[in-house]
C-alpha cells in the first residue's frame, strides 16, 4: 500500500502524539508498504518519504508553544497534494490546520481517509481559565467532528474511553479502538542507578508540564509525606509550568526533585530504575507512559480523575488516589514505601496483567484498518 500519513506535531520526541506518528510511520515502512509523511521537522528535510512544510507563527505567543515543545506545520497545497497523490490511504494524525486541509484534498481525489483521535479536548481547553467547562469541552469535540472526522471512513480510538468521551457528545463514529501499543524494550526487570539514587526512594512520572497532567499534586504529596527526605522524584518531560514547578518544590519542602526531558531511548532503564511510578493527569486518552511502566514491572498508583483513562489501571485501592488531593496521594506514596514486598508483587502482577499491548499487535490492527480503507476504495472504483 501507498500511505500519506499527515502529522501536523512531529519532531519533539517528548510529545506523545510525535512518537505515535513515527512509530506508525516506522512500523508500515518496515513492513513494506511506501509512507509519505508530511510534517513540520527540519530534520526530516530531504529525506526520502518526507514533504517538509513550513511552521505556522504564533506571534507572540511562540515562546509559550515552544516551551511546550510543540511547532504546528502550516499547510502548502502543492506539497500536500504531492504526498496525497496516488495514495491508497491517507491517515491523519491530528484535528489542526493541515490534516483539515488535507481531508478535503483526499476527498476531492477520491482517496479514503482515516483519522487518529491523539488530541483529548483538555488538551487544548487547559490553556484557558474554563478548563474542565463542560459545555467548552462539548464544543471542542463538536468542532474536531464537523472539521475531521465526520468525514473520516474510519476513526482510529488509542482507548475504550476517549472513543466513549467523543461519542457522548457527537454520536456514534465508524471507529476502532487500537492501543498506541508498548514496545518489547519495557520488558520487566530491575536496572541500576546513578550514584545520587542509590539508597533512595525513587518515585517516577512523565508527562508535558502542562495543567491537565497536574504534576503540581505529586510534588506537594511528596513534601508532605512521611518519608519526604528519602524520596527522590523524577518528573520525565518539559512544558511551560517547569519554573512553578521548581519554586513549588522548594516552597512545599519536595527536597530531590529532578525535572527534564528524558531521551526515549533512555526511558526503559529510568522506568526499571524506579521503585514507584505515579500517573497524577487529570486528562488522559490513553495514558502510554503508566502502561510502560506496569510492563516494566513497576507497582503504580493513578488519579481517580473520571476524565483519565489510567484511572482503569489501578489494581486496587492502594494504587488510585482522589484526583487533586495530595494528601490522599501521600497515604499512597507512604503504603508503598512501608511496604517493599508487597510493592514488588504488585510490579510483578502489573508486568503479567496484559494492560500493555505489545506494540507489533497494535500496528498489525493499523494495517489491518488502512487496507480495509484501501479496499472500500477500489469496490467504489468498480
Known amino acids: 500500500m501507498k500511505i500519506a500519513v499527515i502529522c501536523d506535531v512531529l519532531g519533539d520526541a517528548g510529545n506523545g502524539t510525535a512518537v505515535a506518528a513515527l512509530n506508525l510511520i516506522e512500523s508500515m515502512r518496515r513492513r513494506g508498504h511506501t509512507v509519505n509523511a508530511v510534517c513540520c521537522d527540519p530534520e526530516r528535510m530531504g529525506k526520502e518519504g518526507w514533504y517538509v512544510l513550513p511552521r505556522r507563527s504564533f506571534g507572540p505567543f511562540g515562546g509559550y508553544f515552544a516551551r511546550m515543545g510543540v511547532s504546528l506545520a502550516r499547510p502548502v497545497p502543492y506539497m500536500l497534494r504531492a504526498a496525497i497523490d496516488g495514495a491508497d490511504v491517507v491517515h491523519c494524525m491530528l484535528p489542526f490546520a493541515l490534516t483539515r486541509r488535507a481531508v478535503v484534498m483526499a476527498k476531492e481525489m477520491g482517496i479514503p481517509v482515516t483519522a487518529g483521535f491523539h488530541c483529548q479536548a483538555e488538551n487544548f481547553t487547559s490553556h484557558f481559565p474554563a478548563w474542565r467547562s463542560a459545555p467548552f469541552v462539548r464544543l471542542v469535540y463538536r468542532r474536531y467532528y464537523r472539521t475531521v472526522y465526520s468525514q473520516a471512513d474510519c476513526v482510529h480510538y488509542p482507548s475504550r474511553f476517549i472513543r466513549g468521551e467523543f461519542e457522548r457528545v457527537v454520536g456514534r463514529t465508524n471507529g476502532v479502538v487500537v492501543s498506541n501499543g508498548v514496545g518489547d524494550r519495557f520488558a520487566a526487570g530491575k536496572d541500576e542507578r546513578p550514584d545520587s539514587m542509590k539508597d533512595r526512594f525513587v518515585i517516577l512520572s512523565a508527562g508535558r508540564y502542562s495543567r491537565e497532567k497536574d504534576h503540581k499534586t505529586l510534588i506537594r504529596a511528596v513534601g508532605i509525606s512521611a518519608h519526604s527526605g528519602n524520596i527522590t522524584l523524577v518528573i520525565a518531560g518539559r512544558g511551560p509550568l517547569e519554573n512553578r514547578y521548581r519554586r513549588l518544590a522548594a516552597r512545599c519542602g519536595a527536597r530531590d526533585?529532578?525535572?527534564?526531558?528524558?531521551?526515549?531511548?533512555?526511558?526503559?532503564?529510568?522506568?526499571?530504575?524506579?521503585?514507584?511510578?505515579?500517573?497524577?493527569?487529570?486528562?488522559?486518552?490513553?495514558?502510554?507512559?503508566?502502561?510502560?511502566?506496569?510492563?516494566?514491572?513497576?507497582?503504580?498508583?493513578?488519579s481517580d480523575s473520571p476524565r483519565s483513562a489510567a484511572s482503569s489501571f489501578a489494581a486496587d485501592g492502594r494504587s488510585l488516589y482522589r484526583a487533586g488531593s495530595a494528601s490522599d496521594l501521600a497515604r499512597r506514596i507512604d503504603y508503598w514505601i512501608e511496604h517493599p514486598t508487597e510493592r514488588e508483587a504488585a510490579g510483578k502482577r502489573y508486568a503479567e496483567c496484559g494492560c500493555a499491548v505489545d506494540a507489533e499487535r497494535c500496528m498489525d490492527e493499523m494495517e489491518r484498518m488502512f487496507a480495509e480503507a484501501a479496499a472500500k476504495k477500489r469496490e467504489k472504483i468498480r
Open 257 to 302: 526533585m529532578r525535572l527534564g526531558f528524558v531521551p526515549r531511548e533512555s526511558m526503559p532503564s529510568l522506568m526499571r530504575s524506579a521503585d514507584l511510578y505515579v500517573h497524577t493527569a487529570d486528562a488522559e486518552l490513553e495514558g502510554i507512559a503508566c502502561l510502560e511502566a506496569m510492563k516494566s514491572g513497576r507497582a503504580v498508583v493513578v
